[in-house]
């Protein structure tokens, strides 16, 4: 890694140990990959990390990668789970192409990450659970610890289960807990090498345990010998430190796209005013924002785990006539089920927020891996002309914004929006500058409270001339009864027609509606000002865009970036924007479906770049990719 | 919204300004005659009435009453009406649906609305044939039932409907005839009372396409014989003068019918609509063969507990006696957690 760059180191020091200190080295970047069993718990040791990395000041990205299977058979391939964390002394955009250092607590973990680490990087690797059983698991002849196969890399062997087993002996707790606590020694031993503050997991570990204090004491008997293990073994010469980055001043909390989307879903409904009503059916990568509004009925949240999606789209729906804010959140296979009742609220015009965590597919695809291959079907997916607003994020802090200008359209408007998350951001995570609430939008819009018609009488589709949005005539309103359905309506009184006329003028108002919504010009970023090719993207690419355009420039190879937020509409200056590059190249994790919307609309051919293998770009590859079309213009 | 104090309305203020458009001689008149005529009795405002429905004849029944109404699409009403009354507790919340949209493409919702006990009450037109699509067979034709789409017979065997509500561990289930108002409007009236999902199923006669369904249940010269009339707490007789009775035989799962002269007076079951056990009215749901003979209409079942609507307010309420003013508690929301500060 070219960032991962060593700078002067210290020593001479004794430690408070009293054993002599270690150097330490500086670095700008480090990218450490957790890989193990799925019931090893590197997850959660993904996440201690994180938090202490965040305490002191990084800035941080991070990657969490695992299998569909809850615990495929243990020491297997398919049952390597795996987090990877990048942290920086400055900001950074994703959370690395590839490690500088790979924790293998297994065979199974060091054979699938292996090829992501370029050589010089640094292996630790649980050496107990390399038995001739588990090597066989995975198809190795013969142990890669005991032959030159990992020459080339910095291999630590440790026994991190013996260890830790050991170093708990004398605690009152099972062989078995005491060897679950492995990730912990582990945890502690990367902690006192990249110099992390220990206090947060220490307060973790009494909060998770709160029931259960031997095991308290068990998983800090296990982190601290980690740490002490760092500390005293001759096998780890150095340390390093990460400075903190430079960053706004606030107050900060790591969080996830989840729980960013999710969070973003309660400010909205507290900025609206509104109860917030969410019908959802669990579905990976969605269900988390399900637990997390799950927790927060004191804020005015009612959620619902429905029978199924359509059940869950049609308990928002109701939710949103009787005049709440309704959400429903769910992944690609989802969505295709809640299709018909989407179009049903393009006819009703109700608010509505229909969240998808992208997936790969198609069908179950795969479902713990990222795509952004559901464009498609947020712009067209539905019978009859039936356009709806969507919304994509771009990161894991952006679902937070994103969910918050999802409900604007939706209420505003009167619409069904499609706010287009994925995995990448669902469940990466990134230092979050927490908002001030009263700089969040006002989301305040009125019921009708009486008629509305110059002749006294009420009409449900009368419009609003500026929002072109009908009245939301909520039930318990005297005098506005009415009845809504999915038969075509009039103009105006709402009543069935099936005049010809009518319904080519309803179908065209509804579109031009829809085109009608006021979104943010798309903003360009090109320092030089002197771009001839700009790189579009929407969705998650933002970050991998983002590292790749960053490296071009630094090496003086200009390059103009612009990112959607609003894929439908698009912003009124795109058109403009796209015809003063000489080419505009499109990343995506699909097959060009944003390339071929640009291509229809604005007639402009443009270089798509598209790749599905269930994993977001690599900022390298990007890198490349770009250099090599600037190159050729 | 509104408040709750009664108001004085008649049938004509429920009826609204739509031309009604089912086939001449449909039973469906008959029903939103019944409702037109019994909404005023309950005396709630009509803009806190809402009925919702799906696709199918039946289901355009919100457009002809003049409170709030959404016709939504095929089968989902349950779903839709479940999402407006957990989050609306102050509206009266009906769903009109049909054997098709019911039982058919919306038999998920219409099982889990019965389980959670949401507070709707569900009226299940079942006309026993698809009346929209001109005439193919529903989940509650007879086997053997020849029409368009099986010309030399179904192959299927139909849904019991109050057996299904009942398996769905429904809270209120009743049965009654489009051709009777004043029973259907007292069975109306109980389920309007009810407290919790009501699954009430109204025989209604479709003329076109499957004329005289129910001809057995209706005409003097049958009808005594196959009609049984469950009351609550009264013995079930029927028949001419009360010549037949309904038993449990020791050793039964299932329940009998014998002439009533043939039994000991102490053999006639009482009719219990509040019985805990749901195998008593699964028991009375099969005592009517598919000839429809011993068909019993009436409440077969009304227990209360605990509805879907009221155990989330519970649940609600209670996070809410601890809230703030919601910006405030949002700000702290935001900054809970792992949190640090740059200065």
């Known amino acids: ?633 | 919204m509104s408040n709750a104090l009664p108001v004085q309305l008649s049938a004509k203020d429920f009826k609204s300004d739509q031309e009604v458009r089912w086939c001449p001689g449909c039973g469906d008149y008959a029903i939103l005659a019944a409702m037109q005529t019994f909404l005023p009795e309950l005396g709630i405002p009509r803009e806190r009435t809402v009925f919702v429905s799906g696709i199918g004849c039946s289901s355009r029944f919100p457009y002809y009453l003049n409170t709030y109404g959404m016709h939504s699409i095929h089968g989902r009403a349950p779903a839709i009406a479940t999402g407006l009354s957990v989050s609306r507790p102050d509206l009266t919340v009906w769903v009109v649906t049909g054997d098709g949209d019911a039982l058919s493409i919306g038999g998920n919702h219409l099982i889990h609305a019965l389980r959670r006990n949401v507070n709707i009450k569900i009226l299940l037109f079942n006309n026993k044939i698809y009346g929209l699509t001109k005439g193919q067979y529903s989940p509650t034709s007879e086997i053997g039932k020849i029409t368009k789409s099986t010309p030399t017979g179904s192959s299927d065997a139909p849904f019991n409907p109050i057996s299904l509500a009942l398996g769905a561990e429904a809270s209120f289930v009743a049965r009654t005839i489009d051709s009777d108002r004043k029973h259907l409007q007292s069975v109306l009236r109980q389920a309007a009372e009810h407290q919790g999902s009501a699954f009430v199923e109204i025989y209604q006669n479709c003329n076109i396409f499957n004329d005289g369904a129910f001809e057995v249940l209706k005409d003097p010269e049958t009808r005594d014989a196959y009609l049984i009339r469950l009351e609550h707490g009264q013995p079930i007789t029927f028949g001419k003068d009360g010549s037949h009775v309904v038993t449990h035989p020791a050793g039964s799962f299932g329940l009998a019918v014998s002439e009533a002269d043939k039994v000991d007076a102490g053999e006639v079951l009482t009719h219990d609509a509040h019985a805990e056990d749901p195998a008593y009215a699964f028991a009375l749901s099969r005592l009517a063969g598919p000839d429809l003979r011993h068909t019993p209409v009436g409440v077969f079942r009304s227990v209360r507990r605990p509805s879907y609507d009221e155990l989330v307010r519970n649940q609600l309420d209670a996070a809410k006696a601890k809230a703030g003013e919601p910006e405030a508690d949002l700000a702290a929301l935001l900054n809970s957690g792992d949190t640090w500060t740059i200065l």
């Open chain 1, 1 to 633: 890694m070219a960032e991962h760059r060593e700078g002067a180191g210290q020593t001479g020091q004794l430690s408070e140990h009293g054993h002599p200190a270690k150097e330490i080295h500086q670095l700008d970047r480090v990218v450490i990959r957790f890989a193990g069993d799925s019931g090893d718990g590197m997850q959660l040791t993904g996440d201690r990390f994180t938090s202490e990395t965040a305490q002191l000041g990084n800035d941080i990205s991070t990657l969490p990668n695992f299998p569909a299977e809850i615990r495929a058979p243990a020491g297997t391939l398919p049952g390597v789970s795996s987090f990877q964390v990048a942290f920086a002394d400055y900001d950074i955009l994703t959370p690395g192409d590839a490690p500088n250092v790979l924790v293998a607590m297994n065979p199974a973990a060091l054979k699938a990450n292996i090829a992501d680490l370029p050589k010089g990087g640094t292996i630790i690797v649980n050496t107990d659970e390399f038995t001739k059983r588990n090597l066989a698991k995975v198809g190795y002849d013969a142990n890669p610890l005991e032959d030159d196969s990992l020459a080339g890399w910095d291999v630590h062997k440790v026994g991190l289960t013996s260890m830790t087993v050991g170093a708990l002996a004398e605690l009152p707790v099972s062989k078995k807990d005491a060897e679950r606590a492995k990730n912990m020694f582990a945890l502690g031993l990367l902690s006192w090498l990249y110099s992390r503050p220990h206090e947060s997991t220490m307060a973790f570990l009494e909060r998770k345990f709160a029931a259960r204090p031997e095991l308290v004491a068990a998983n800090k008997a296990a982190f601290n010998a980690g740490w002490n293990f760092g500390e005293t073994t001759e096998g780890f010469a150095v340390r390093y430190e990460v400075p903190p980055a430079q960053m706004a001043p606030g107050n900060y909390r790591n969080i996830t796209g989840n729980a960013a989307l999710a969070l973003g879903l309660v400010a909205a409904g507290v900025k609206a005013k509104l109860p917030v009503l969410l019908g959802a059916y669990p579905i990976t990568p969605a269900s988390d924002i399900l637990h997390e509004l799950s927790k927060h009925k004191k804020l005015g949240v009612t959620t619902v785990q429905a029978e199924d999606e359509i059940a869950a789209i049609g308990v928002a729906l109701g939710a949103a006539y009787g005049g709440a804010l309704g959400i429903t959140t769910t992944s690609g296979p989802g969505v295709a089920l809640k299709s018909e009742t989407i179009s049903l609220a393009v006819a009703l015009e109700l608010p509505l927020v229909i969240v998808d965590v992208q997936r790969a597919g198609p069908s179950t695809g795969l479902p713990t891996k990222t795509e952004q291959a559901d464009l498609n079907m947020a712009l067209y997916g539905r019978h009859g002309e039936a356009p709806v607003a969507v919304v994509a994020a771009q990161s894991p802090v952006d679902c937070f914004h994103a969910a918050i200008e999802a409900c604007r359209i939706a209420l505003k408007y009167r619409t069904p929006v499609i706010l287009l998350s994925d995995g990448y951001v669902a469940n990466g995570s990134e230092p979050w500058l927490l908002p001030e609430i009263s700089e969040l939008p006002d989301l305040q819009v009125e019921y009708a409270t009486g008629p509305n018609g110059e002749d006294g009488k009420f009409y449900p589709y009368l419009r609003d001339p500026e929002t072109m949005a009908r009245p939301w005539a909520v039930p318990g309103t005297p005098g506005l009864e009415h009845r809504i359905g999915g038969l075509e309506k009039a103009d105006k009184t709402g009543d069935i027609s099936y005049d010809p006329a009518n319904h080519d003028f309803m179908v065209r108002t509804r579109a031009a509606r829809i085109e009608a919504i006021d979104v943010p010009d798309v903003e360009v970023e090109d320092p030089s000002g002197e771009a001839k090719v700009l790189v579009l993207g929407w969705g998650s690419t933002y970050g991998p865009i983002g590292a790749a355009s960053r490296a071009l420039r630094q090496r003086g190879v200009n390059v103009a970036q612009a990112h959607l937020r609003h894929l439908n509409p698009l912003p009124k200056n795109l058109g403009e924007v796209l015809a003063s590059y000489d080419k505009v190249v499109i990343p995506e994790m699909n097959l060009g479906q944003l390339a071929n919307v640009i291509r229809a609309r604005f007639l402009i051919d443009v270089v798509a770049y598209n790749q599905v293998r269930g994993l977001p770009f690599t900022s390298t590859q990007l890198e490349t990719m770009l250099e090599e079309v600037i190159k050729n213009v």
